[in-house]
């Protein structure tokens, strides 16, 4: 067991922060971590000035890195990011969290409108839900205008106005509100339509809903994914925090791009003096906010509104310092990658950039089947009682026609169902009908 070493840290959310006369965040559960991979105690305090550490006109360092080099400190955990110029006067350990450079922006600014945006308000499986139902409603309509005597009376010299292609058409009319005539007669055939229309009132107002819930009237519809289309545009502005890692990386590369992207800030002073301010401008709209990419999702997992674009640039890491020399850099890094290794560097992560939009991300979400499964429940039976009233009606006339021709129910019933359903049927329907207008 190692003596008690002093350690340094610098409040931050969610790396460290104060509750009550503790700290708490990432890093204090990290360093407990570690404490017990590597054995030893410590005592914490913040720094003096608030900074990570910066190297000033005469070589003097501010900040932690500053406590750690004049010996203030033995070993300084924060979101402190492994540079060339902090490895020359500190001990550094392995990385502990990757990050990079990225953009912030709202919502409506970094998705563009496709094609297809009308499909959204229900998903896939709700879609196919409909179109089943569409074509079991038409085929039930169809079905229940032929089995009938109300709505078809004289099979053999009328013909059947509701073909399938008719029931296909009247569905689709009824769906669209428009309605295409004519309607059914008999009281089947009308139950069925009823039920039809009841369910696309309720389909229709919750598509309306969803899809307009979806949109924002204030959305540029601008397609926001990476550097290269943030520097290829002028109709939003952006910035980074002055005086920042952020900031170097864009003065220090000669990516054209990237170097467009600095010239263009330099020019426009659209710098901003905290992430408070950054996330704020973002959330104002028309601002891109620039930086660390693992800030940015902190951002977005706190406000809603916002989103980090998927292009990361200028990968880097953060990692633990130590004086130069110091006998605990190694310990410290091993216990690092073993973290690592198990999983738990992704489980603090989870644990401290857990998202609170999960209420607004589940009204987002597309209509599921099951949010409407009473309307295909309603609609199921009235499909269902619809055909029954069908079958009872051609039943009645049946039992009626048995007792004139003193035949059985069934037999009646059976050759009823035969002239009825056979295809071949209308067809010579039709063409009675037309050798009586020939001879009229």
């Given at each position: 067991i190692l003596a008690a070493i002093l350690i340094i840290c610098c409040l931050q959310e969610p790396y460290t922060m104060s509750k009550g006369t503790q700290l708490e965040g990432f890093c204090m559960d990290l360093l407990s971590e570690v404490a017990k991979k590597v054995g030893f105690k410590y005592k914490v305090h913040l720094v003096k000035d608030g900074s990570y550490g910066r190297q000033d006109e005469s070589g003097n360092w501010n900040g932690m890195?500053?406590?750690?080099?004049?010996?203030?400190?033995?070993?300084?955990?924060?979101?402190?990011?492994?540079t060339a110029a902090r490895e020359k006067v500190v001990a550094m350990t392995k990385p502990f969290m990757q990050t990079g450079v990225s953009i912030l922006l709202r919502k409506d600014i970094s998705e563009g409108a496709g094609f297809f945006d009308f499909l959204t308000p229900f998903t896939a499986?709700?879609?196919?839900?409909?179109?089943?139902?569409?074509?079991?409603?038409?085929?039930?309509?169809?079905?229940?205008?032929?089995?009938?005597?109300?709505?078809?009376?004289?099979?053999?010299?009328?013909?059947?106005?509701?073909?399938?292609?008719?029931?296909?058409?009247?569905?689709?009319?009824?769906?669209?509100?428009?309605?295409?005539?004519?309607?059914?007669?008999?009281?089947?055939?009308?139950?069925?339509?009823?039920?039809?229309?009841?369910?696309?009132?309720?389909?229709?107002?919750?598509?309306?809903?969803?899809?307009?819930?979806?949109?924002?009237?204030?959305?540029?519809?601008?397609?926001?994914?990476?550097?290269?289309?943030?520097?290829?545009?002028?109709?939003?502005?952006?910035?980074?925090?002055?005086?920042?890692?952020?900031?170097a990386f864009f003065k220090n590369s000669n990516n054209p791009v990237y170097r467009r992207i600095y010239e263009h800030m330099e020019r426009t002073k659209s710098f901003v003096t905290s992430m408070d301010e950054g996330v704020r401008r973002a959330k104002e709209g028309n601002f891109a906010f620039i930086g660390e990419s693992v800030s940015l999702d902190l951002a977005v997992a706190r406000h809603c509104e916002l989103v980090r674009a998927h292009e990361v640039v200028g990968m880097r890491g953060y990692s633990i310092a130590a004086a130069l020399g110091s006998p605990i850099i190694k310990n410290l890094s091993v216990a690092i990658l073993q973290l690592s290794e198990a999983g738990e560097l992704a489980y603090l992560r989870s644990k401290w950039w857990a998202s609170s939009c999960i209420s607004d991300k589940a009204k987002s979400?597309?209509?599921?089947?099951?949010?409407?499964?009473?309307?295909?429940l309603v609609l199921s039976l009235g499909l269902g009682l619809g055909a029954l009233v069908a079958v009872l009606e051609l039943t009645s006339k049946s039992r009626r026609s048995a007792a004139e021709q003193k035949k059985s129910c069934c037999t009646v019933l059976s050759e009823e169902l035969s002239l009825r359903l056979r295809t071949s049927n209308a067809n010579k329907v039709q063409e009675n009908l037309e050798k009586d207008k020939e001879k009229a």
């Amino acid at each position: 067991i190692l003596a008690a070493i002093l350690i340094i840290c610098c409040l931050q959310e969610p790396y460290t922060m104060s509750k009550g006369t503790q700290l708490e965040g990432f890093c204090m559960d990290l360093l407990s971590e570690v404490a017990k991979k590597v054995g030893f105690k410590y005592k914490v305090h913040l720094v003096k000035d608030g900074s990570y550490g910066r190297q000033d006109e005469s070589g003097n360092w501010n900040g932690m890195i500053g406590e750690v080099v004049r010996g203030e400190a033995d070993l300084a955990i924060a979101p402190l990011t492994l540079t060339a110029a902090r490895e020359k006067v500190v001990a550094m350990t392995k990385p502990f969290m990757q990050t990079g450079v990225s953009i912030l922006l709202r919502k409506d600014i970094s998705e563009g409108a496709g094609f297809f945006d009308f499909l959204t308000p229900f998903t896939a499986e709700t879609w196919v839900g409909i179109l089943i139902a569409y074509l079991g409603t038409a085929a039930c309509i169809f079905v229940a205008t032929r089995l009938s005597p109300c709505e078809w009376s004289q099979p053999l010299s009328e013909q059947n106005t509701f073909s399938f292609l008719h029931s296909l058409w009247y569905t689709a009319g009824a769906l669209t509100l428009q309605g295409a005539g004519p309607h059914p007669k008999a009281l089947s055939g009308r139950i069925i339509c009823c039920s039809w229309w009841l369910f696309t009132i309720v389909l229709l107002a919750c598509y309306f809903s969803n899809l307009s819930s979806s949109k924002t009237s204030d959305s540029s519809h601008l397609m926001v994914k990476g550097f290269e289309d943030l520097a290829n545009q002028d109709m939003i502005e952006y910035g980074c925090l002055a005086g920042s890692s952020t900031l170097a990386f864009f003065k220090n590369s000669n990516n054209p791009v990237y170097r467009r992207i600095y010239e263009h800030m330099e020019r426009t002073k659209s710098f901003v003096t905290s992430m408070d301010e950054g996330v704020r401008r973002a959330k104002e709209g028309n601002f891109a906010f620039i930086g660390e990419s693992v800030s940015l999702d902190l951002a977005v997992a706190r406000h809603c509104e916002l989103v980090r674009a998927h292009e990361v640039v200028g990968m880097r890491g953060y990692s633990i310092a130590a004086a130069l020399g110091s006998p605990i850099i190694k310990n410290l890094s091993v216990a690092i990658l073993q973290l690592s290794e198990a999983g738990e560097l992704a489980y603090l992560r989870s644990k401290w950039w857990a998202s609170s939009c999960i209420s607004d991300k589940a009204k987002s979400l597309a209509v599921q089947p099951h949010s409407l499964r009473g309307m295909f429940l309603v609609l199921s039976l009235g499909l269902g009682l619809g055909a029954l009233v069908a079958v009872l009606e051609l039943t009645s006339k049946s039992r009626r026609s048995a007792a004139e021709q003193k035949k059985s129910c069934c037999t009646v019933l059976s050759e009823e169902l035969s002239l009825r359903l056979r295809t071949s049927n209308a067809n010579k329907v039709q063409e009675n009908l037309e050798k009586d207008k020939e001879k009229a």
